[in-house]
């Protein structure tokens, strides 16, 4: 048994929402999720709906494809029923239908890995909506006529043809768990800049990179920088830091009770390390951070997750820590606990994580020499480190999460490319951009990303084109992350150096107007 379920977490089993009455009087339904950890249900003993009790003999259980069982055949010998994590059982209960308002829930079954089980809550039977539905297919909701039916009723609803959204090279069916209700797709240009020259501690040598972009002079402009960052012996790219992180809150009556949490919390911690890695082979808990604020505990839990973004990842894993927690803290009562209290910042730029990393930590310098500078982007090492200082104090008084000019586009464009999840650009984003004059006259110039969330394994990065564009990086495969990373980074570095020339130079204006027009 990984852990023992506390009543706060056996409600989150529930599917909130689900109650409804079937038609013709064919019973009444709800179903369950499971958000735990993978378990096998091994007996089912009753279903209570207010003052009815239903037996296991007049329930079905309904798991989808078409497959129903009996609660009564339910046993821990032959006749188990397997419940990963994320399987959604029906219940099918044979019983009046109910009445339109609220109603108490009792579920009563047993499991191979908590045992006895009883879930208890309140759901709401509400009248039909009307609503006008988008076609699915419970079967195969990825098969040719569930798209098409799609297709049609987009087509009808809108009164539009579409001709080149219906228009896909893959088989549709690798895009479980990536979208739903697939319709077709939008199809981003991609140009190539590069080939880059990298010189990290995993990306060594020269790289074309793919950019998907519809924005007129961001592939001509990371291209120049590319040019400019090559011919001073390319770009210095290293990771220095690694962290994904799932913050959950725990709400008790008083700020004691909370700062006595946190303590316990610091004390147990190798007590709560093999919980926390027990969902997953890859995730590792590096370390727990409490902040402290009126009578709650933030718990900022820090992994490490491979190839892998990590985010669904590190939540499994904080949910089994934090579910040990819940059982064995014996202190000041927990009134409410929350998985995720937006101190993770997830899909958010915040100032924590330019300070603390929020997935990798990634730095690219170069010294770019004085001749290349004037010859290739018409400005002296003076003229853009001076403007460097001016933009500072814009950024400051801004409250921006980033001195420099336009990292965004650039990972944007990769993010697209590669199949990143681009919402990750609002964190991803931040950036320190630091310059100097050497004494030789030459220009440095670093940037540092304190929280690029990228990923080579998972996500989007298995999908067609996707992965044609990451072979084209040469980060397929274990182990590839990190030389990701440092790929972005040297990127970045090569916007920012040919935008800023380009703004200090004048010639930020008439670039657009000669690669961007489109009047």
């Known amino acids: 048994m990984v852990f023992t379920p506390s009543p706060l977490l056996l409600k989150l089993l529930y599917n909130r929402g689900s109650l409804h009455n079937l038609p013709e009087g064919r019973g009444v339904a709800f179903s369950i999720k499971n958000r735990l950890d ?9 279903v209570k709906l207010g003052d009815v009790t239903v037996p296991a003999a007049r329930i079905t259980l309904d798991l989808g494809a078409g497959e129903l069982r009996p609660g009564a055949g339910i046993d821990a010998a032959s ?8 399987r959604v059982v029906t219940f099918v209960l044979d019983m009046p239908a109910l009445a339109e308002g609220v109603h108490q829930l009792q579920v009563q079954f047993g499991t191979d890995a908590f045992g006895e089980l009883t879930v208890e809550v309140e759901d709401t039977i509400g009248s039909p909506d009307g609503r006008v539905r988008i076609p699915r297919s419970d079967e195969d909701d990825y098969a040719a006529a569930a798209i098409q039916a799609r297709q049609q009723f987009a087509e009808e609803f809108t009164q539009q043809e579409f001709s080149h959204l219906k228009n896909y090279s893959f088989d549709p069916h690798d895009l479980k768990g990536n979208c739903e209700h697939f319709v077709g797709v939008a199809q981003v240009p991609v140009g190539l800049a590069g080939p880059l020259t990298v010189n990290g501690e995993h990306a060594q040598g020269d790289f074309l990179i793919p950019l998907a972009t519809t924005e007129g002079t961001l592939v001509a402009s990371y291209n120049r920088g590319i040019q400019v960052l090559n011919l001073c012996g390319g770009v210095k790219c290293t990771v220095i830091g690694d962290a994904m992180q799932r913050a959950p809150v725990f709400v008790f009556d008083d700020a004691r009770g909370a700062r006595d949490f946190g303590r316990w919390v610091a004390e147990n911690l190798e007590q709560i390390r093999p919980l926390a890695e027990s969902t997953s082979r890859i995730a590792k808990l590096q370390y727990i951070d409490t902040y402290l604020s009126n009578k709650f505990a933030y718990l900022r839990f820090n992994f490490s997750t491979g190839d892998a973004a990590g985010q669904n990842m590190v939540g499994r894993a904080t949910f089994a820590a934090c579910s040990w927690i819940l059982e064995h803290y014996k202190g000041a009562p927990i009134r ?27 730095v690219a310098e170069a010294v770019i020499k ?21 933009s500072n104090v814009g950024a400051f008084l801004s409250g921006a999460n980033n001195n420099g000019a336009h990292s965004a586009n650039g990972i944007t464009a990769l993010f697209i490319a590669t199949g990143q999840d681009v919402a990750n650009v609002s964190e991803s984003s931040a950036g320190v951009l630091y310059s100097e004059v050497t004494k030789e006259g030459d220009l440095y110039i670093n940037i540092t990303i304190p929280s690029l969330i990228v990923a080579t394994y998972g996500g989007g990065t298995g999908l067609a084109t996707q992965n044609e564009c990451l072979r084209m990086l040469g980060c397929v495969g274990q182990g590839t992350v990190y030389k990701f990373a440092e790929i972005v980074a040297g990127v970045v570095l090569a916007g920012e150096l040919s935008l800023g020339a380009a703004i200090s130079s004048s010639d930020w204006v008439s670039s657009h107007e000669q690669y961007g027009r489109n009047r």
């Open 38 to 46: 993978t378990a096998r249900l091994t007996g089912l003993t009753q």
């Open 79 to 86: 006749q188990a029923v397997d419940l990963p994590i994320g």
């Open 336 to 362: 409410h606990f929350y998985l995720e209290s937006n101190f993770a910042t997830d899909k958010k730029a915040s100032q924590i994580n330019v300070m603390r990393t929020r997935g990798k930590r990634v």
């Open 370 to 390: 004085r001749e290349v500078l004037q010859q290739r982007m018409r400005v002296t090492p003076e003229q853009l480190a001076y403007h460097g200082q001016v």
